[in-house]
């Protein structure tokens, strides 16, 4: 399978808990973008790299969330001291950087925080 | 913020073409136009994208008015498998991070 991944596909945290999610993009594609989705809701834009560099976070971004994106490849987004408001899915995304080219997305990581 | 507009929902008859509308009046000359759809529970799965043609592939058609301020996405023989959430996305130019604005897309229901 070439596409993009994302482990795990699910995980269920106590409040106040880690949690950290894997996403490896399509081999070649220089840009990774990471998406939170609620129930009912478009997914919104959290943050993107370009190789390994971190390019643009939005405002959703609290200081509580982290991603790194270590030479270029995989990327993990951790969430500390996880609230009840994180619980969410958690997409990600890849793509090259030359305009018009397609990004595909993973399947996801659906947290639940109890 | 997203940058279309699309109606919440529509439906159409499995077998018929489906015909999902999208604004985009403040596009920029750089900009693409994308179309995702989403099913209940998977990621995004990309369909087409355009910048000023109108284009196809196995999944549909896309066509784009020549002013560009909206296009029309064609599902030519829809099926049940077609049900899903669309969302129309004007991609936003590869020097700003090329990132997908999501709006609240059209909910799709093909039915028998």
């Known amino acids: 399978d070439t596409g993009v991944s994302q482990d795990p596909r699910h995980k269920i945290t106590k409040r106040g808990q880690n949690v950290t999610f894997r996403c490896d993009p399509i081999s070649e594609h220089n840009r990774l973008y990471w998406y939170r989705q609620t129930l009912g809701q478009g997914p919104e834009f959290l943050t993107y790299f370009q190789n390994e560099a971190q390019l643009e976070k939005s405002r959703l971004l609290s200081d509580r969330f982290s991603a790194e994106r270590p030479k270029g490849s995989f990327s993990t987004l951790e969430i500390q001291r996880t609230e009840q408001g994180d619980s969410a899915m958690y997409l990600c995304?890849?793509?090259?950087?030359?305009?018009?080219?397609?990004?595909?997305f993973g399947q996801g990581t659906r947290l639940t925080v109890v | 913020d997203a940058k279309t507009t699309q109606p919440p929902s529509m439906d159409c008859a499995e077998g018929r073409a489906a015909n999902l509308p999208c604004n985009h009046s403040t596009i920029s000359g750089n900009e693409y136009v994308y179309w995702y759809r989403q099913i209940h529970s998977q990621g995004p799965q990309y369909i087409i994208h355009?910048?000023?043609n109108n284009e196809t592939n196995e999944m549909a058609s896309l066509i784009i008015t020549e002013d560009r301020k909206s296009s029309t996405l064609i599902l030519p023989h829809a099926t049940l498998r077609d049900t899903a959430v669309y969302y129309c996305i004007v991609r936003v130019g590869r020097g700003q991070g090329g990132k997908l604005i999501f709006g609240q897309g059209t909910e799709l229901s093909v039915k028998p």
């Open positions: 355009g910048l000023k």
């Open positions: 995304a890849s793509s090259l950087i030359r305009g018009g080219t397609e990004a595909f």
